[in-house]
């Protein structure tokens, strides 16, 4: 991995195309394809390592991620093939077929295999009725499809003004537009139309959900859903070296498109004036742009705004009340993990895990490949644990209370890893790290250590949702507290509508 060292800001110019806050994958996105368009971007970090929650970190010559995580998007039609076919890049990559395994209670591990016919007839194995689920599977997978055939296409979407709802009629196919009502149908009540009733069945949604939609069945909208249940079929990629090895190819076509980064510049005031915008960091640097992409999460928009641009980010951010936090735990072990182990594992807890109130009752786990010798030494494999937690609870504890919680969740979690993963009952562990909302809080900046987006909700029209666009005149939001949301497909996707938004804006 290579050493990130803080970049001078010395002779930096004063005066930018545009000034991206954050170097996420949406900022990044969006800052690679206009870098490319020949824009002189400036993308301004307020941490020491770029990415974000797609990042890595190092620790004692460990490479570790940021938390346990997927990647998907690189097939055709998704966001992340968008994004090297148009800039030109190549981010290094190694497909994982299968993708996942499931571990319900004591159980086998179902499989989430690529090929459909496979997992219809694995799912059907372990759950039954037959019928329901090919009818259930039918109509996520189609959907999915549609979604994904969809959204590169509307790049307008969430509607924000009638014009929009106009241009989503006309731009799209009958067999497109079937599926919207399925944005006010829940996940749970189209299996349930299916025919499925099979409790467990439905526990397996919950929790395959919980890590995508960041909501449970009930809550999630199918139209959001299908795609989120679907993603293993889609091709699931590893990187070398860890994600942030993705970020800095990244980073690596800004600067050769003479755009810029600056990390540890963190962005505590944004102001419009007649050229646009002035910026200015905790570090003294003062820049301007016509144009600011915001990949900061919503909540803290309001902390560096001021006036009208304040008040907005307030009555937006108020809509959002409910948000996850990760506890999460990095860990170094011995290779004495089974062979044939996939990369990737949920499992199902037997009871919520302490301190989680009801939201978690699984957790997630991300193990480096054997052979990946830049995040671990022969011998040795990088795991990573990640599983929701309620950040107001965390961030409400006093310092002795917080460190006798985190030790206690730390603990039992590991436990269930030794217990459930096969070969790790015997391996020796190395180094353990774990994190809390606060952790995250002071160490990507997100506010109140809030991860994941914005959870899914029947009850918010599509209407509702934070658009890209500002109602001041070159400020767009990107990242997974705005459409479409979660993960790295999904981030992504935000920078390429806003993207194609500033092509629009600034003829």
């Known amino acids: 991995m290579r050493i990130t060292r803080t970049r001078s800001s010395e002779g930096l110019s004063k005066q930018w195309d545009v000034v991206v806050i954050g170097s996420g994958m949406g900022g990044l996105s969006a800052a690679s394809l206009l870098s490319t368009d020949g824009k002189k971007v ?241 570090k003294g640097l003062e820049v301007q742009a016509p144009i600011v992409i915001s990949n900061i999460p919503l909540w803290n928009m309001p902390d560096v705004t001021t006036g009208v641009m304040q008040d907005y980010f307030n009555k937006e951010s108020a809509k959002y009340t409910d948000a996850w936090g990760a506890f999460s735990i990095g860990i170094v072990l011995s290779d004495t993990l089974d062979d044939e182990l996939s990369l990737h594992h949920q499992f199902h807890l037997p009871a919520r895990h302490p301190y989680s109130e009801w939201i978690a009752q699984s957790f997630f786990v991300s193990i480096s490949m054997r052979g990946d010798i830049q995040r671990a030494s022969k011998g040795y494999r990088v795991l990573n644990i990640s599983t929701h937690c309620l950040p107001e609870k965390w961030l409400a504890l006093d310092q002795d209370s917080h460190d006798k919680k985190k030790l206690e969740v730390q603990q039992y979690l590991v436990e269930q890893l030794q217990k459930r993963l096969p070969g790790a009952n015997i391996a020796e562990f190395l180094h353990l790290d774990a994190a809390t909302p606060r952790t995250w809080e002071k160490w990507v900046y997100r506010k109140k250590g809030r991860v994941g987006g914005i959870p899914q909700s029947m009850r918010r029209a599509v209407w509702d949702w934070t658009p890209p666009v500002t109602p001041f005149k070159g400020m767009y939001l990107v990242g997974d507290t705005t459409y479409p949301g979660q993960g790295i497909p999904g981030v992504t996707l935000s920078g390429i509508n806003v993207y194609y938004r500033i092509i629009k804006d600034f003829k």
């Open 42 to 282: 400036l993308v301004l970090e307020a941490g020491l390592h770029p990415g974000g929650c797609s990042s890595s970190y190092t620790r004692k010559g460990y490479v570790f991620e940021s938390g346990a995580t997927t990647l998907i998007g690189f097939d055709d039609g998704q966001p992340m093939k968008f994004l090297e076919d148009h800039t030109g890049m190549c981010i290094p990559r190694i497909e994982l077929n299968p993708s996942m395994s499931v571990w319900l209670e004591n159980q086998k591990p179902i499989i989430r295999m690529k090929e459909k016919r496979d997992w219809v007839d694995h799912c059907m194995s372990h759950f039954g009725q037959d019928k329901a689920q090919q009818r259930f599977w039918d109509k996520a997978m189609y959907v999915a499809d549609r979604v994904w055939n969809i959204s590169l296409k509307n790049t307008f979407f969430p509607p924000s003004k009638p014009l929009d709802l106009l241009r989503l009629v006309t731009s799209n196919s009958l067999k497109d537009l079937v599926i919207l009502p399925y944005m006010n149908r829940s996940v749970s009540q189209v299996a349930e139309s299916c025919g499925i009733s099979n409790d467990q069945f439905f526990r397996f949604l919950d929790e395959q959900l919980i890590i995508t939609a960041q909501a449970v069945a009930s809550q999630t909208p199918f139209i959001f859903g299908a795609p989120a249940i679907c993603y293993p079929n889609s091709s699931n990629f590893y990187v070398p070296g860890g994600l942030i090895e993705m970020v800095f190819k990244c980073l690596d076509h800004l600067e050769s498109y003479n755009g810029q980064w600056l990390n540890k510049q963190k962005v505590v005031q944004v102001d419009q004036v007649k050229e646009g915008y002035r910026i200015a960091t905790d």
